[in-house]
């Protein structure tokens, strides 16, 4: 009898956990579950912000029921290469981003990132956006709080300040360290020094995701030094946006991709990532040679008011545009130009004319300082081939990442992967030129990001995993967002969840901003209060 009363008391205590109704269930769904194998039909049931059923889900009791028969349920995307900071604080719904199916990102790439972890993160968890955040530390902006700008080895003193702050960041809840070494001051930087801060973020299991040095004719020796990087700090590396630039260097992704592949088969842990369009985007200032920078704004400013040395720098320019077989800057368009926004969306070689210059590569360059002068742009640089492209988007171990921040809709003429990455693949790579499978492209997007950057709770249609979900027509997925016409949202994504609430409800943003701030795996492991 004792026995009968325990039993129906336990019974009464689960009972209400039995009924408790779902929060939303997804029915009649196309399963593709993240991990490449193929889909299948089923539901999908969400409570409390995770997924705690998949299969057959027979009279979902639920206060919310979505039927998405006909339509793709997908892991929700994880981008791993953007530049979030500065508009993720003002333009929190990120629209950009969760139009193209992103429920997570991962910013702090190119070596620049906040420093101060503990502090962005309380500002990220006060204003709440509407995708989960992950950062990495950044070489530069390390570099840059010790040493400024300036163009020399580190003190012995000053390498340990800066390992210093890579290991702080890593326990504040960086994923991993970025380096930008094309960038100031990271490009004054020597490979030991870089070594050692990895060696500091690898102490916390954190990857290494660099913007290499070289992305044109030295692009081999840039990706060897990454490759280098991680087998002396012992972690993983991610190569960022992977490519190969201007016409000398155009078939050489299969030297390229090689060199990755023989890193793998060597135990090295080598992933990369692509956005998938022929042109890249950054600021002015890389046309420049990277010394004119040296000492900070003031020292580049008397140096082009230097006759003498501004004429060097206009050499070097001329230089280097000649080894890429090219005559002009029509190749460089400009997207955000503070001190004239009128020129946004003009070539070099336009603005130039309409400055009354010749129409000549001398003059453009003369242009070209004048621009960095006034506080320099953002530009698109049309300089990769659509074969290396796809070359590249069939390697297995790379995934489709943005290198794009939070876009302020209408504002400047921004690089259409800000607005189309995933769609564009879904549609163009996937649905019309079969470049991969649909299967594929979601692991790429999902799965294998969650996996690298160590997002253990993301990527995968599973029980018990946070529900970040998206729900798109395969047939109709696409990107609408163009070089002169980029302020255009993707289409087909009917429903985006994350952490268990519609963000995108049938097409459209609810203002929901449920996103929470994703640590590494040096968080984990260090004592929080």
């Known amino acids: 009898m004792r026995a009968i009363l325990v039993l129906l008391f336990a019974m009464v205590l689960i009972h209400p956990l039995l009924a408790q109704p779902y929060d939303l269930v997804l029915i009649n769904g196309k399963i593709l579950d993240g991990s490449g194998n193929s889909w299948f039909y089923g539901d999908v049931a969400i409570r409390n912000g995770k997924i705690v059923a998949v299969g057959k889900i027979v009279s979902p009791d639920a206060r919310k029921v979505l039927d998405v028969k006909g339509l793709i349920v997908a892991p929700g995307f994880v981008d791993v290469h953007t530049h979030i900071e500065g508009n993720d604080l003002k333009v929190p719904m990120a629209g950009n981003f969760v139009f193209d199916g992103v429920t997570s990102v991962v910013t702090g790439n190119c070596g620049s990132s906040n420093t101060a972890l503990d502090h962005y993160f309380m500002q990220l968890d006060s204003v709440k956006t509407s995708v989960n955040v992950a950062t990495l530390v950044g070489h530069n902006s390390v570099r840059r709080a010790v040493m400024g700008d300036a163009q020399r080895d580190p003190s012995a003193d000053e390498q340990k300040q800066m390992e210093a702050l890579v290991a702080k960041a890593m326990r504040d809840g960086a994923v991993g360290f970025s380096t930008g070494l094309i960038y100031v001051p990271g490009t004054y930087s020597k490979t030991p020094e870089v070594i050692g801060l990895a060696k500091a973020a690898a102490q916390y299991n954190g990857v290494y995701a660099s913007h290499i040095r070289d992305e044109g004719d030295h692009v081999t020796e840039a990706i060897e030094e990454a490759i280098n990087i991680g087998r002396q700090a012992n972690m993983p590396v991610e190569i960022s946006h992977f490519k190969v630039t201007y016409k000398p260097n155009w078939g050489k992704s299969v030297n390229t991709l090689a060199q990755v592949e023989k890193a793998r088969r060597d135990g090295i842990d080598v992933t990369i990532d692509q956005y998938p369009y022929v042109a890249s985007s950054t600021t002015l200032n890389t046309v420049l040679p990277s010394w004119a920078f040296s000492g900070g704004d003031d020292s580049l400013q008397y140096r082009l008011k230097t006759p ?143 996996q690298k950057f160590q997002l253990r709770d993301r990527g995968m249609i599973r029980e018990g995993l946070a529900a970040d979900i998206v729900v798109f027509d395969e047939k109709t997925v696409g990107d609408k967002s163009t070089f002169s016409q980029p302020h255009s949202f993707s289409t087909g994504f009917r429903h985006v969840i994350v952490n268990g609430q519609l963000v995108i409800e049938d097409g459209k943003h609810n203002g929901t901003r449920s996103g929470v701030v994703l640590h590494g795996p040096g968080y984990a492991t260090t004592s929080k209060p």
């Open 308 to 450: 003498a040395i501004r004429a060097k720098i206009k050499t070097e320019m001329l230089e280097t545009l000649k080894r890429k077989l090219l005559k002009s800057y029509s190749y460089a368009v400009v997207a955000r130009y503070g001190a004239d926004t009128t020129v946004n969306g003009k070539t070099i070689s336009e603005v130039n004319v309409l400055k009354g210059r010749k129409p000549k590569a001398a003059d453009e360059a003369e242009t070209i300082l004048e621009m960095v002068a006034k506080g320099s742009a953002q530009m698109v640089y049309f300089s990769m081939n659509e074969s290396d492209l796809k070359n590249i988007m069939q390697y297995p171990y790379n995934m489709f990442a943005s290198d794009a921040g939070i876009a302020r809709f209408g504002s400047g003429v921004p690089h259409p992967r800000a607005y189309g990455t995933n769609a564009r693949v879904l549609g163009q790579y996937v649905r019309e030129l079969h470049v991969i499978t649909l299967e594929e492209a979601v692991r790429r997007m999902t799965s294998l990001p969650a």
